[in-house]
Nanobody, 119 residues
Framework: QVQLVESGGGLVQPGGSLRLSCTASGSIFNILHMGWYREAPGKQRELVAEITSLGYTNYAGSVKGRCTISRDNAKNTVYLQMSALKPEDTAVYYC?????????????WGKGTLVTASS
């Protein structure tokens, strides 16, 4: 069984920084794609940032220049460093991982971690 454990969310003042982490555990053979999405109240889930197994990254325009996604393949972990946070960054952040345990690739989602940027 595969699990995704997210951490690092919390309350931060506007302009502050947070680092989210997501670790995949279980019988994982290979991780292809890792990403962070967010869902704000009343809005649809949207991509924040994603990173491929080769390290190619893609960011939503709203966070470009303020967020950095990275991954540690040895630890099956993806990070999202967020800075200059704005109130509109407030949302539940979900980790998404595309992996295989030896068969077809599957998509898994974490349970989410709440980020609140408020004074």
């Amino acid at each position: 069984q595969v699990q995704l454990v997210e951490s690092g969310g919390g309350l931060v003042q506007p302009g502050g920084s947070l680092r989210l982490s997501c670790t995949a555990s279980g019988s994982i053979f290979n991780i292809l794609h890792m990403g962070w999405y967010r869902e704000a109240p009343g809005k649809q889930r949207e991509l924040v940032a994603e990173i491929t197994s080769l390290g190619y990254t893609n960011y939503a325009g709203s966070v470009k220049g303020r967020c950095t996604i990275s991954r540690d393949n040895a630890k099956n972990t993806v990070y999202l460093q967020m800075s200059a946070l704005k109130p509109e960054d407030t949302a539940v952040y979900y980790c998404q991982v595309t992996f295989t345990i030896g068969g077809p690739y599957m998509n898994y989602w974490g349970k989410g971690t709440l980020v609140t940027a408020s004074s």
